[in-house]
């Protein structure tokens, strides 16, 4: 049990700051451009290919810096000459490009790498088990990939709250007219914060390739989370993000990991349900139901908290 | 220094502006006056680009008419909005630096200057701006464009909504800029500040400038004043 616990903490807390280092973007990018961008889990997926063929051609650690790199300067491409000019005819029409821009990446891809997964593997350097918990051993990669999210996740932190340009963007998340009235480039600032973000969530795809599965379809099965993550943390609100990740990270990884069921826990007292209709309801395990887990939680958030956690905005 | 020729603009199809005309030398200040929703908010909009303008507006010779904002304040223009935009999350002197435009060239206005003009930021200068009074946020605003060396400054509604003794410690702090030389144009619906510290006033009625000349002419030509500035 206690083994249980503990790697299902550390497991947890790894996908939550994989969750936080896609969601921070997001959430960044909706403030201050108020488009909630859907084609950011796109941005991971592209990290992940990215990250899988350089690593083919030069090795994965050239990869890792190279490949958030070319999706950040992709990602501040789409801001400058698509988005900017999609922005004058509303919020509807900027919604609409970066969902087509979601398909459009995602049929990319197929054609290019096709649709069945692809060989990325762990590199051999961190191919071994960092440590022996109980009967478990933890495989250094997860390790590594906890330690790049963390030390991103401060340094994001640290040129947010001492940097000249951290400011600007802050203070351009609440006043964007006014930061460019004091005779700041706004529209260069939402390009770098476009492309730092998208770039984050592409920094994920690399790490996160090797340990899960790179496939054509893993932005369609992470952009809806990360649309729980925002929304559960509060819109543009970063703390709130953070919280949120972490949250719906251990929801998860424990859900999966428990095998209890409304059968194991009230059975004994009523065996008669057993046999009736409720069978099915009765018999389900909460692992069954761990990947429902997050919508459930943003059912409730939309019912008692309809601005999140930490948001400000009631919108 | 800033001139503004026949400008229009229109809020959807509302014709707000219906051909403005006025100019600002260097170091003059001048008041535009009138009553709620002639277009004097919208005319310094218009300038400043957040209303897309229609006509003619050249700063220093350059024709601004349509340029972004960013561009506009770095040819030494200066905007303060009337609702007061402080970032809020931010403490005041992080503020007032990001007022400064190129931190390697900063202005003649320094950061003790402003601190040291008003004790009130200075004691809060390292708490959230969010948190001040309706006052120390409009000193706040005026402060920080100003920390961006600006040639003239455009205030719109500094004292709306302040108490009397803010009031007059903001016409203090608007006379002492005029005094270092800064050339300012004061949107005010307030007569007693605009009289006191105006080189000139316009007054404007339906979108133009129905009355131009210097604050003594204005408190003599009862006609005008009745019928576009008394309620």
């Given at each position: 049990?206690?083994?249980?616990?503990?790697?299902?903490?550390?497991?947890?807390?790894?996908?939550?700051?994989?969750?936080?280092?896609?969601?921070?973007?997001?959430?960044?990018?909706?403030?201050?451009?108020?488009?909630?961008?859907?084609?950011?889990?796109?941005?991971?997926?592209?990290?992940?290919?990215?990250?899988?063929?350089?690593?083919?051609?030069?090795?994965?650690?050239?990869?890792?810096?190279?490949?958030?790199?070319?999706?950040?300067?992709?990602?501040?491409?789409?801001?400058?000459?698509?988005?900017?000019?999609?922005?004058?005819?509303?919020?509807?029409?900027?919604?609409?490009?970066?969902?087509?821009?979601?398909?459009?990446?995602?049929?990319?891809?197929?054609?290019?790498?096709?649709?069945?997964?692809?060989?990325f593997r762990v590199p051999p350097?961190?191919?071994?088990p960092a440590f022996t918990l109980?009967?478990?051993?933890?495989?250094?990669?997860?390790?590594?990939?906890?330690?790049?999210?963390?030390?991103?996740?401060?340094?994001?932190?640290?040129?947010?709250?001492?940097?000249?340009?951290?400011?600007?963007?802050?203070?351009?998340?609440?006043?964007?007219?006014?930061?460019?009235?004091?005779?700041?480039?706004?529209?260069?600032?939402?390009?770098?914060?476009?492309?730092?973000?998208?770039?984050?969530?592409?920094?994920?795809?690399?790490?996160?390739?090797?340990?899960?599965?790179?496939?054509?379809?893993?932005?369609?099965?992470?952009?809806?989370?990360?649309?729980?993550?925002?929304?559960?943390?509060?819109?543009?609100?970063?703390?709130?993000?953070?919280?949120?990740?972490?949250?719906?990270?251990?929801?998860?990884?424990?859900?999966?990991?428990?095998?209890?069921?409304?059968?194991?826990?009230?059975?004994?007292?009523?065996?008669?349900?057993a046999a009736t209709w409720l069978?099915?309801?009765?018999?389900?395990?909460?692992?069954?139901?761990?990947?429902?887990?997050?919508?459930?939680?943003?059912?409730?958030?939309?019912?008692?908290?309809?601005?999140?956690?930490?948001?400000?905005?009631?919108? | 220094?800033?001139?503004?020729?026949?400008?229009?603009?229109?809020?959807?199809?509302?014709?707000?502006?219906?051909?403005?005309?006025?100019?600002?030398?260097?170091?003059?200040?001048?008041?535009?006056?009138?009553?709620?929703?002639?277009?004097?908010?919208?005319?310094?909009?218009?300038?400043?680009?957040?209303?897309?303008?229609?006509?003619?507006?050249?700063?220093?010779?350059?024709?601004?008419?349509?340029?972004?904002?960013?561009?506009?304040?770095?040819?030494?223009?200066?905007?303060?909005?009337?609702?007061?935009?402080?970032?809020?999350?931010?403490?005041?002197?992080?503020?007032?630096?990001?007022?400064?435009?190129?931190?390697?060239?900063?202005?003649?206005?320094?950061?003790?200057?402003?601190?040291?003009?008003?004790?009130?930021?200075?004691?809060?200068?390292?708490?959230?701006?969010?948190?001040?009074?309706?006052?120390?946020?409009?000193?706040?605003?005026?402060?920080?464009?100003?920390?961006?060396?600006?040639?003239?400054?455009?205030?719109?509604?500094?004292?709306?909504?302040?108490?009397?003794?803010?009031?007059?410690?903001?016409?203090?702090?608007?006379?002492?800029?005029?005094?270092?030389?800064?050339?300012?144009?004061?949107?005010?619906?307030?007569?007693?500040?605009?009289?006191?510290?105006?080189?000139?006033?316009?007054?404007?009625?339906?979108?133009?400038?129905?009355?131009?000349?210097?604050?003594?002419?204005?408190?003599?030509?009862?006609?005008?004043?009745?019928?576009?500035?008394?309620?």
């Amino acid at each position: 049990m206690l083994e249980l616990i503990v790697i299902s903490t550390l497991n947890g807390v790894l996908y939550g700051m994989l969750l936080f280092l896609m969601a921070s973007g997001l959430t960044v990018i909706f403030s201050m451009l108020g488009v909630l961008n859907f084609a950011h889990a796109s941005f991971y997926m592209l990290g992940a290919f990215f990250g899988f063929q350089i690593s083919r051609w030069f090795g994965f650690w050239p990869a890792l810096i190279l490949a958030p790199l070319l999706a950040g300067a992709l990602g501040a491409a789409v801001e400058r000459y698509g988005l900017r000019h999609v922005h004058k005819n509303g919020h509807v029409a900027e919604l609409l490009f970066t969902f087509g821009l979601a398909f459009a990446i995602e049929e990319i891809v197929q054609i290019i790498w096709g649709k069945s997964p692809v060989d990325f593997r762990v590199p051999p350097l961190l191919d071994f088990p960092a440590f022996t918990l109980f009967s478990t051993n933890y495989p250094a990669f997860k390790i590594f990939m906890l330690v790049v999210s963390i030390v991103i996740f401060i340094g994001l932190l640290v040129v947010l709250k001492r940097t000249r340009i951290g400011l600007i963007v802050q203070a351009a998340l609440t006043h964007p007219h006014m930061v460019g009235h004091l005779g700041h480039n706004v529209g260069r600032i939402f390009m770098l914060v476009f492309g730092v973000g998208t770039a984050l969530a592409a920094v994920a795809g690399v790490i996160a390739g090797p340990a899960l599965v790179t496939q054509s379809n893993m932005a369609g099965l992470l952009g809806p989370i990360l649309f729980v993550v925002v929304v559960v943390g509060g819109l543009g609100s970063l703390p709130g993000a953070f919280i949120a990740s972490l949250l719906i990270g251990l929801v998860q990884t424990f859900a999966v990991s428990m095998n209890g069921s409304l059968a194991g826990a009230f059975g004994p007292l009523s065996p008669d349900y057993a046999a009736t209709w409720l069978s099915d309801i009765w018999n389900v395990t909460v692992a069954q139901i761990a990947p429902i887990m997050p919508y459930l939680l943003l059912v409730l958030i939309l019912i008692f908290r309809p601005m999140g956690l930490l948001g400000t905005r009631d919108t | 220094m800033l001139q503004v020729q026949d400008l229009h603009a229109y809020y959807g199809k509302s014709h707000i502006l219906q051909g403005v005309d006025l100019h600002i030398d260097a170091g003059e200040v001048v008041s535009l006056l009138g009553r709620n929703g002639v277009g004097r908010s919208t005319t310094v909009k218009a300038i400043m680009g957040e209303v897309p303008p229609h006509g003619t507006i050249t700063f220093k010779g350059a024709n601004i008419a349509g340029l972004p904002s960013f561009r506009i304040a770095h040819l030494g223009l200066g905007y303060v909005p009337e609702h007061r935009d402080i970032f809020p999350g931010l403490t005041v002197r992080q503020n007032l630096m990001l007022g400064i435009k190129d931190p390697r060239h900063p202005g003649k206005w320094k950061l003790d200057d402003m601190l040291g003009m008003f004790p009130n930021l200075a004691a809060r200068a390292d708490t959230a701006a969010g948190v001040l009074s309706g006052g120390e946020k409009q000193m706040l605003t005026i402060c920080r464009t100003l920390m961006g060396d600006p040639e003239l400054v455009m205030i719109d509604e500094p004292t709306e909504g302040l108490a009397p003794i803010i009031v007059q410690q903001v016409g203090d702090l608007i006379a002492e800029i005029a005094r270092r030389g800064v050339a300012i144009l004061l949107v005010e619906q307030k007569l007693s500040i605009a009289l006191r510290i105006s080189h000139r006033v316009y007054v404007m009625g339906h979108g133009r400038i129905v009355f131009e000349g210097t604050p003594a002419e204005l408190k003599a030509n009862d006609a005008v004043r009745r019928e576009w500035l008394e309620v």
